[in-house]
């Protein structure tokens, strides 16, 4: 699937990262590291459960910079080398995509966040889309071994 294929549902995000496909997907796998760059610039997570499995499920609360917390619920649905299917299952819903490729310069993302819904991909795109963008910025950042919030 291209940009040109994203249905009307679906935000995606595209970024090339220099590190290997297993080392981005051990940001996923491993909490503590998922932990350090899930979520947009200021945001910090509490991991109540975290089954890494397919099935598994993954209830945490992001905390963001003004004080309010967002308490999340998801379910692992694949996961593998190449490809991660993360079900968002409290509002807003969403079904997240990502696909892991390899480079000659590292990995490229594919972050596709599908709200099933055209109304609320709507309603959210204004938020969502530059949060994406802070959220691979700060994978990027882990993966180089810098702050996850510096500049």
Sequence with gaps: MTLHDTPPTALRTNRLVAAPPRAVYEAFERPELLTQWWGPTGFTNTFARFEFRPGGTWDFV??????????NTCVFRELGPARLVIDHTVAPLFLLTVTLTEEADGTRIDWLQDFLRPEVTAAVRAVVVPSNEQVLDRLARLLAGRPVDAP
């Design 62 to 71: 992001m905390h963001g910079p003004d004080g309010r917390d967002y308490a």
